[in-house]
């Protein structure tokens, strides 16, 4: 009998702490894939956020770290640069990428930093109970918005990819769902790209991954994938939102 | 370097650092310490090392962060309002147990303050200064040559301790001149414990939160422990003519070299005064201190703050003899009639 499915080498045979219906399992499992398809496994090193992700380190089977919240580029940018020839990642949420980190992003995408930024958008903070984020959707209730949320007074939903399109040195920017087992496999096909984007020294890349929090959402799993499809998809538009003919030449190769 | 050039202390921290096997600095401009991002921007190319301007002190510090898991010696510098940005990071740093430079060239305050000399940031640097149950060696030197020798002092005991040391300075410091002979370091040791990607070792990891009940209280226990070795091994200071003194000066870095002149002046006229400097401000020496206490008539402790290492000086004396003190604040540098004129009204 043919094995067909096992896990991938870059993850730890462990449970994870992760609500049921959570989004974060399948992008974890995704980004193992991936590594271990690219064999860059030994030359990995990830770097988690704070937020439901914070416990990333637990479960994959790579050198990785965890960094202050929202400064996680700045500490993949000071690795990537003592260690060229690594493969560096984070892992980050909204709050940690769209809130308190933005200006972190921003100016490691700006420098044309040659890093791979998994984003994971699924509208609310998790990890400290659901309060308002700021790719949370109009209307959309959590702990800090009891009515809803109010473009009044608390803004938009904040699409910080569209935003980092402008950026020259932004290379490959990416929005995926995990909507559905066929946007699964996109979103591993982005992974991937995004990855080799920085195997080939061209600069920064970013995926940012449309993903259900069932709990926060106060939905079961499948009306989540549902409700992104349905609520998010339409703010948050899918799609390469911008891939740049970067030739990878010395200028992007942080020495 | 092997021959004594003139250089402003700003630049020496930089070849000190870079002559200490520094190869990572990042940092946010800030007056008074701009002559040192912008000498390691030009050398840190020429020494294959790497020179970042951050988006901010936040950044800064994360990106030594970064640089220093991945093995790097790792410096950033900045004064009193940017390290206020940086104690997030510091308090990391200490967390995850990785090595670290830190200077901080003082300057007035609080808030934006001013941007002239200041000895304010003392509770800061050896208090805490971020979250959590950590401590800093915490260096306060007070001439040019001393900066340089401490700054390689720094990066080894940074990297023996795997803790984050702390250059405290003031502008004075910073932008004064004077000759100075810059020495290599040797880099002893390999370090085991950074990420380089898992390579025919099991994977490591690198953080801070410590969840499992009584994990963290074991693990700050486990700080604590380097703690205590620190202060055990690492406490400098420099103990002048304090044998036949009636009153000691306690003060250090640029207070210390004006109270020094003091010292001379009112020993001239026939007082005993002798003085203690500190040159370790955390572990402080308090043994020096204290052993002195009960034949000594009084300490004088000078600041350029309105009273901040006194507190550790009274600790050390524990009631023994009275401590006074003279500071000046918000940029104001203590003159040395002022301190003498204070000297002859305590004796």
């Known amino acids: 009998m043919k094995k067909v499915l096992s896990l991938p080498e870059s993850m730890k045979d462990v449970r994870t702490h992760y609500c049921p219906g959570c989004g974060h399992g399948v992008v974890h499992r995704l980004i193992g894939e991936v590594i271990d398809e690219l064999g860059i496994r030994e030359r990995t090193i990830g770097i988690a956020p704070v937020g439901c992700a914070v416990l990333a380190y637990d479960y994959f089977n790579i050198d990785i770290t965890e960094a202050a919240h929202g400064r996680t580029p700045a500490v993949a940018t000071g690795i990537k640069r003592v260690l060229p020839d690594s493969v560096v990642f984070t892992y980050q949420g909204d709050g940690d990428l769209a809130a308190i980190g933005t200006a972190e992003i921003i100016h490691a995408a700006n420098r044309g930093e040659n890093i791979t930024v998994i984003f994971v958008n699924n509208a609310v903070y998790g990890m400290t109970g659901g309060q308002m984020a700021p790719t949370t959707m109009v209307g959309q209730v959590t702990a800090t918005t009891p009515m809803g949320r109010e473009a009044s007074s608390t803004g938009s939903p904040l699409k910080i990819s569209e935003l980092l399109a402008v950026l020259p040195g932004a290379v490959f920017l990416c929005r995926t769902a995990i909507s559905s087992p066929a946007n699964i496999n996109k979103t591993k096909q982005a992974i991937k790209k995004a990855f080799r984007v920085q195997l080939e020294n061209k600069g920064f890349s970013l995926v940012e991954v449309l993903s259900p929090c069932p709990s926060y959402w106060r939905l079961p799993p499948g009306e989540a994938a549902k409700w992104i499809d349905e609520k998010m998809v339409p703010v948050f538009p899918l799609g390469v939102l911008k891939e740049s003919d970067n030739e990878g030449d010395d200028t992007c190769v942080k020495k | ?347």
Request: net charge neutral; charged share 25%.
């Open chain 2, 1 to 347: 370097m092997t021959e004594k050039v003139l250089m402003c202390g700003n630049e020496v921290i930089g070849e000190a650092a870079i002559q200490a096997g520094c190869r990572f600095y990042a940092g946010y401009p800030i007056t008074p310490q701009n002559e040192l991002p912008a000498y390691m921007s030009r050398r840190m190319p020429e020494e294959g090392g790497i020179f970042i301007q951050a988006e901010s002190e936040l950044a800064a510090i994360n990106m030594v962060f970064g640089a220093s898991l991945a093995g790097a010696r790792a410096m950033t510098s900045s004064s009193s309002p940017g390290i206020s940005l940086k104690q997030e990071g510091i308090s990391y740093l200490a967390g995850n147990e990785l090595p670290a430079v830190i200077v901080n060239m003082m300057r007035g305050g609080p808030g934006l303050g001013n941007i002239a000399p200041s000895q304010a940031d003392y509770f800061q640097a050896t208090k805490g200064g971020g979250h959590g149950d950590y401590n800093l060696i915490v260096f306060g030197p007070s001439t040019v040559q001393e900066l340089a020798d401490l700054v390689g002092t720094a990066f080894d005991l940074a990297d023996r301790y795997r803790n984050p040391v702390l250059i405290l300075g003031d502008g004075i410091l910073g932008q004064m001149m004077e000759p100075v002979e810059i020495k290599k370091r040797k880099i002893k040791g390999e370090k085991d414990w950074i990420l380089t990607g898992a390579k025919g070792r099991p994977p490591r990891v690198i953080r801070s939160l410590v969840l499992k009940e009584g994990a963290l209280e074991k693990h700050n226990m486990h700080l604590q422990e380097k703690s205590r070795k620190m202060k055990e091994r690492e406490i400098l200071y420099d103990e002048d003519r304090t044998g036949d003194a009636e009153i000691v000066l306690v003060a250090y870095g640029t207070s210390a070299r004006i109270a020094r002149a003091a010292l001379n002046m009112v020993r001239s006229e026939g007082i005993k005064a002798g003085m203690i400097r500190p040159v370790t401000l955390w572990p402080f020496p308090e043994k020096a201190i204290s052993n002195i206490s009960s034949r000594v008539k009084c300490f004088l402790v000078v600041e350029m703050s309105m009273g901040q290492m006194v507190e550790d000086v009274r600790l050390a004396v524990n009631g023994t003899c009275p401590v006074h003190f003279y500071g000046r604040t918000g940029g104001g540098v203590p003159a040395v009639e002022e301190i003498s004129k204070k000297i002859k009204e305590l004796v």
